[in-house]
T-cell receptor, first 110, second 117 residues
Framework: DQQVKQNSPSLSVQEGRISILNCDYT??????FLWYKKYPAEGPTFLIS?????DKNEDGRFTVFLNKSAKHLSLHIVPSQPGDSAVYFC?????????FGAGTRLTVKP | EADIYQTPRYLVIGTGKKITLECSQT?????MYWYQQDPGMELHLIHY???????EKGDLSSESTVSRIRTEHFPLTLESARPSHTSQYLC????????????????FGAGSRLTVL
């Protein structure tokens, strides 16, 4: 039962353009949503989060948007930089239960 | 500098061998977790602990076992490795400090990639 889905396994964008990574979830009980970034040979690191009572959270070049009615969230990176190339995991939590998506590999080309 | 350490990083082992994947954290976190991830798949929680002498199974059935004798140490053991155990194992920890949005964040180790022949 995959409760958090990232349907795009990969995304390629040009440096300076916007990267949009998408995530869908099925459990309406999730109350927090997080994005983690993972470089090769490293563990995932926390990037940005949003509460279910918000629809937007911004941190520098990174913005997360939440559409509760559609059970959909997205991560926008603008402008994209080559150092942003990594695998991005979407995660959702309800209490102590945290679920992860399968990740989207972002490649930012110089 | 990593605050959560996993060893070994890579392990190739034969079927039937006993293995222990080590995980240690220096942050004093009470909560620790083990996730299993196959390539291109989501992370699955296989074990967690909310403190010393507390261990629980996660949502993915696993033949592994864990122990939590010390706050900083959360080893995972496979008594008899099989090819189906080939995967990446990620250890994580968390405390009660929340992000500005109220989310509880996990700190992950670099992972242990296990291959069972």
């Amino acid at each position: 039962d995959q409760q958090v889905k990232q349907n795009s396994p990969s995304l390629s964008v040009q440096e300076g353009r916007i990267s949009i990574l998408n995530c869908d979830y099925t459990n309406s009980m999730f109350d927090y949503f997080l994005w983690y970034k993972k470089y090769p040979a490293e563990g995932p690191t926390f990037l940005i989060s949003i509460s279910s009572i918000k629809d937007k959270n911004e941190d520098g070049r990174f913005t997360v948007f939440l559409n509760k009615s559609a059970k959909h969230l997205s991560l926008h990176i603008v402008p994209s930089q080559p150092g942003d190339s990594a695998v991005y995991f979407c995660a959702a939590s309800a209490g102590n239960d945290m679920r992860f998506g399968a990740g989207t590999r972002l490649t930012v080309k110089p | 500098e990593a605050d959560i350490y996993q060893t070994p990083r890579y392990l190739v082992i034969g079927t039937g061998k006993k293995i222990t994947l080590e995980c240690s954290q220096t942050m004093g976190h009470d909560k620790m977790y083990w996730y299993q991830q196959d390539p291109g798949m989501e992370l699955h929680l296989i074990h967690y602990s909310y403190g010393v002498n507390s261990t629980e199974k996660g949502d993915l059935s696993s033949e592994s076992t864990v122990s939590r004798i010390r706050t900083e140490h959360f080893p995972l053991t496979l008594e008899s490795a099989r090819p189906s155990h080939t995967s990446q194992y990620l250890c994580a920890s968390s405390d009660e400090v929340l992000t500005s949005s109220g989310a509880n964040v996990l700190t992950f180790g670099a992972g242990s990639r296990l291959t069972v022949l």
